[in-house]
């Protein structure tokens, strides 16, 4: 838990010193729109935005992942149920005898 305040610590600094160093304005110019704002602020949206459209073209891949480990649980516990079944009916070391 320390580890990952530590880290969100060294990120915000990070940020605050990127953002001092990098204080000049900038247009962004798409279509016909245009934005007139800091260069700090403008690569941070952008680079939020992007992980924000990695993060949802990865869900449905995260979430079929999810879908086929909770069938592979459901079919182990299956498994196991069978096997603890078989094994009261026959116990191991004895031999079954067909007379």
Do not use: W
């Amino acid at each position: 838990m320390k580890f990952f305040i530590i880290l969100a610590l060294l990120i915000a600094i990070a940020i605050v010193l990127f953002s001092l160093q990098n204080s000049a304005i900038v247009t962004v110019s798409f279509l016909s729109f245009h934005y007139e704002g800091s260069l700090a602020l403008i690569l941070i949206v952008v680079f939020t935005l992007g992980l924000l459209v990695g993060l949802l073209i990865s869900v449905p891949s995260l979430l079929r992942k999810s879908l086929d480990l909770r069938e592979q649980k459901k079919r182990v516990k299956q498994l196991e149920e069978s096997i603890t079944r078989s094994t009261a009916i026959n116990p191991v070391g004895q031999e079954q005898t067909d007379k």
